[in-house]
C-alpha cells in the first residue's frame, strides 16, 4: 500500500469528545469501565465456546469469531482515546493515524462480512437442519472465516489509500476521537467529489449489499419459522435469530449514517457519537445481548463456574 503525504503535515490533533478538562476526566471514568466490559464480556464468551464442547458448533464458531474481532476492533480506537482523555497533548503522528485508520476500516469492514456469514448460517439451520453438518461443514467454516478477514483488510486498502492522497488545507485538526476516513476528507482543500462518490458506491458495496442478503435470508427463516409445527421450537428459532437481528440493527445502522453520507462535511458533533456507538457500544453489547438472549450460553457458564467451584 503506497501512501502520499501530499502536505507539509506530519502529525494530527484529534480534538476527542471534549475540549473541557473537567468534562475529559468525567469521560475518562465513563468510558474506561465500559473497555474493560468490552474486553471481560468478549473474553468470555470465547472461553466459554472454547471450554464447552457443546458450543463447538458453527453457530458459535461464528460467535467467538465476533467476539474476537469486537475485541481488536474496539482496541484499535478506545485505548488511545483513554490515554488522550488525560493528555494535554493530543497529536497522533501520520504514519500512525494512517495504521489506526487502516485497522479500524478493516475491522468494520471484516465485522459486516462476519454479521452476513452468521446470517448465512441461521438460514442454512433453520431452512436446511437436515442438510446442515454438510453444508456447514468444520473445512468450510474455517475457510469462511479466513475469508472473512481477509476481505475486510483487502477491501480497505483502496479506502485508506485514496483518502491519504488527498491535499490538506494545512489543517490538521481532527474533530473525532480517533483517525477515520470521513474526517480526513473533511480536511481536504481540493475537489474531492470523486473521491466521496467511490467510498459511496464502496459502502454500498460493504454495506446496502449485505444488509440486502441479510433481508432476504431472514424473510426465507421466518417463512420457515412458521412451518415449525412446535411452539418451542418456533420459540428457540425466533431467539437465536433475534439476537442476530439486534446486532445487525445496530452495527449496520450506525455504520450506514457514518459512511453512507452524500457529503463528508456533515455535521462534526453528530459523527462523533455515531462513532462511540459502533465503535464502542456495539462491542460491548454483543456479549451482553447473545449471552442474555441465549441459553446454551447460560447453560454453558453455569457448567464453567461449577466445574471451577468443584
Not at 61 to 71: A, R, T
Not at 276 to 305: E, G, H
Request: glycine share 4%; aromatic share 12%.
Amino acid at each position: 500500500m503506497s501512501l502520499k503525504n501530499n502536505t507539509a503535515i506530519f502529525e494530527f490533533i484529534l480534538l476527542g469528545l471534549s475540549s473541557e478538562p473537567r468534562t475529559q476526566i468525567i469521560l475518562f471514568y465513563v468510558f474506561l469501565p465500559v473497555y474493560m466490559v468490552i474486553l471481560i464480556g468478549n473474553i468470555s464468551i470465547i472461553i466459554l465456546i472454547l471450554s464447552d464442547v457443546s458450543l463447538h458448533t458453527p453457530m458459535y464458531f461464528f460467535l467467538g469469531n465476533l467476539s474476537f474481532l469486537d475485541i481488536c476492533y474496539s482496541s484499535s480506537s478506545v485505548p488511545r482515546m483513554l490515554k488522550d482523555l488525560l493528555s494535554v497533548k493530543k497529536t497522533i503522528s501520520y504514519a500512525e493515524c494512517a495504521t489506526q485508520m487502516y485497522f479500524s476500516l478493516s475491522l468494520g469492514v471484516t465485522e459486516c462480512v462476519l454479521l452476513v456469514i452468521m446470517a448465512f448460517d441461521r438460514y442454512v439451520a433453520i431452512c436446511y437442519p437436515l442438510h446442515y453438518t454438510t453444508i456447514m461443514s468444520k473445512m468450510v467454516c474455517v475457510r469462511l472465516a479466513i475469508g472473512t478477514w481477509l476481505c475486510g483488510f483487502l477491501l480497505s486498502i483502496s479506502h485508506v489509500t485514496l483518502t491519504l492522497n488527498v491535499n490538506l488545507c494545512n489543517n490538521n485538526e481532527i474533530n473525532n476521537f480517533f483517525c477515520e476516513v470521513p474526517e480526513i476528507l473533511s480536511l481536504g482543500c481540493e475537489n474531492i467529489l470523486i473521491i466521496e462518490f467511490i467510498i459511496f458506491i464502496a459502502g454500498v458495496i460493504v454495506l446496502m449489499i449485505p444488509v440486502t442478503f441479510i433481508v432476504i435470508s431472514y424473510s426465507q427463516i421466518i417463512l420457515c419459522i412458521l412451518k415449525i409445527k412446535s411452539s418451542a421450537g418456533q420459540r428457540k428459532a425466533f431467539s437465536t435469530c433475534g439476537s442476530h437481528i439486534l446486532v445487525v440493527t445496530m452495527f449496520y445502522g450506525s455504520a450506514m449514517a457514518a459512511y453512507m453520507k452524500p457529503n463528508s462535511r456533515s455535521a462534526a458533533e453528530t459523527d462523533k457519537f455515531i462513532a462511540i456507538f459502533y465503535v464502542i457500544f456495539t462491542p460491548m453489547l454483543n456479549p451482553l445481548i447473545y449471552s442474555l438472549r441465549n441459553n446454551d450460553v447460560k447453560s454453558a457458564f453455569l457448567k464453567l463456574k461449577n466445574s471451577t467451584l468443584h
